[in-house]
């Protein structure tokens, strides 16, 4: 079964800042990988996600995230977050190899501070 | 832009009840999930819809989960008689064909 880990489950960061949100997964496959952003009282949207080729995806609002297959990680990356970056942040490889469907992590919750 | 919607936004209900949470996902789209959300914890997957049967399902949707496609626009879960334990928020979402899942808002339900 997919395992997922998001090792940070709060980031607080002051506006401006550079934030790295952290994800590991554990997959005998290779996975495809998402990012999932969940703003208060919203649904899931899908911020960028890897399928194949270039290991630095870039998603919508600026972030961008590096798969690195030798570590199984999948770590987010913003140079510059804005207060509307407060969100929850959900880490989710495919349910198994070529899988869309998302198994998320238990989510990262990105606190921006003026 | 399309977006999937979902119906109603708030349920109560009494344990034991039969609930249906309605979905009307982007028309054009083909394949239609359910995903979960308990106060606290990860979204958890339940099942996925192609074709008018269930492709894939969770350990989660059992017996007393069912999905429908009652028309051409609507896309229903079915909880038979309800468990505190279900309540949750649901997600509904759907895709084209593969990759991005565009999720409705949710339905949140509470059991009492």
């Known amino acids: 079964a997919q395992s997922v880990t998001q090792l940070d489950s709060q980031v607080p960061v002051f506006e401006e800042a550079p934030v790295e949100l952290r994800c590991n997964y554990s997959?005998?496959?290779?996975?495809?990988l998402f990012w999932y952003v969940q703003y208060p009282n919203q649904g899931l949207q899908l911020l960028l996600k890897?399928?194949?080729?270039?290991?630095l995806v870039k998603g919508i609002n600026g972030f961008e995230a590096e798969f690195n297959k030798s570590q199984t990680s999948f770590h987010l990356r913003k140079p510059s977050v804005h207060i509307s970056d407060t969100a929850e942040y959900f880490c989710?490889?495919?349910?198994?190899?070529?899988?869309?469907?998302?198994?998320f992590g238990r989510g990262t919750s990105l606190i921006v501070h003026p | 832009e399309p977006e999937v919607t979902q119906t109603p936004s708030h349920q109560v209900t009494q344990m034991g009840q039969e609930v249906i949470l309605r979905c009307v996902p982007i028309?054009?789209?083909?394949?239609f999930y359910w995903y979960r959300q308990i106060l606290g914890q990860k979204v958890e997957f339940l099942v996925s819809?192609?074709?008018?049967?269930?492709?894939?399902k969770s350990e989660i949707f059992d017996d007393q989960f069912s999905v429908e496609r009652p028309d051409g626009s609507n896309f229903t879960l079915k909880i038979r008689s309800t468990k505190l334990e279900d309540s949750a928020m649901y997600f509904c979402?759907?895709?084209?064909?593969?990759?991005?899942?565009?999720f409705g808002p949710g339905t949140r339900l509470l059991v009492l």
């Open positions: 819809f192609y074709n008018n049967e269930i492709s894939e």
């Open positions: 028309s054009n789209h083909l394949y």
């Open positions: 890897y399928l194949s080729g270039s290991t």
């Open positions: 979402a759907s895709i084209l064909a593969e990759e991005t899942q565009y």
């Open positions: 997959s005998s496959v290779s996975v495809y």
């Open positions: 989710a490889p495919g349910l198994t190899g070529g899988s869309y469907i998302p198994t």
